[in-house]
Every structure is written in structure tokens, then in C-alpha cells.
């Protein structure tokens, strides 16, 4: 299983960015994506059911990220509003072993991860 983020880049504070995860054959896996400051562990952002229909957000971007899904193209994607300097890190996906989750341990692949930098 190979996932595939993509859509990272330099933005300024207060811009958006909308980051994509390419994940053939995973429709009816639940997916998340987390993320990695430099000198920290990766943290949870947020998780989607197969469906769609259930979906957790990280308190630090409730209200500013939106994550979703297009079982259609097999494609994730987390919507990232209002940004701030604090959310540089790299981003990557994952999908889930059995269910959707908040915890790392509970995702079995992961995309290689895609740089967001935000300048203040």
C-alpha cells in the first residue's frame, strides 16, 4: 500500500493550504493525518471514517481544519484555514489497521509526508 500526500508548501499566516492523500484501494479504510514539528513527536490532526460520516479534529485546528474524503478518486484531504506559524510540520497520512483513531499506534501505512511552512 503505497499513500501519497501531496500539497504542502510556504504560506503566510492567515492563508490556507489543502493537502491531498492519494490512497488507492482504501475506500473502506479509515484514514487520519498527523503531523511532525521539528524537535516534537508527531501529533494527531484528524481522522475520517470510510464513509465520511464520522470525523475527529485535533482541539489546536478544530474550527480551522476540515478534513474529508472522495472514496470516488481515493483521495483524502485536509482542508487547512486560518493557518498559523505553529502548524509548520510535515504532514502525512495514514491509514487505519482497524478503526478510526486518534492514536498513532492504531494506523498501520503511512505517505511519505509533505512540508507546510507558515510564516508570521
Known amino acids: 500500500v503505497q499513500l501519497q500526500a501531496s500539497g504542502g508548501g510556504l504560506v503566510q499566516a492567515g492563508g490556507s493550504l489543502r493537502l491531498s492523500c492519494a490512497a488507492p484501494g482504501r475506500s473502506r479504510y479509515d484514514m487520519g493525518w498527523f503531523r511532525q514539528a521539528p524537535g516534537r513527536d508527531r501529533e494527531f490532526v484528524a481522522a475520517?471514517?470510510?464513509?465520511?460520516?464520522?470525523?475527529y479534529h485535533a482541539d489546536s485546528v478544530k474550527g480551522r481544519f476540515t478534513i474529508s474524503r472522495d472514496n470516488a478518486k481515493n483521495t483524502v484531504y485536509l482542508q487547512m484555514n486560518s493557518l498559523k506559524p505553529e502548524d509548520t510540520a510535515v504532514y502525512y497520512c495514514?491509514?487505519?489497521?482497524?478503526?478510526?483513531?486518534?492514536?498513532?499506534?492504531?494506523?498501520?501505512?503511512w505517505g511519505q509526508g509533505t512540508q507546510v511552512t507558515v510564516s508570521s
Open positions: 495514514a491509514s487505519s489497521r482497524v478503526r478510526i483513531s486518534r492514536l498513532e499506534s492504531e494506523y498501520d501505512y
Open positions: 475520517i471514517s470510510w464513509s465520511g460520516g464520522t470525523t
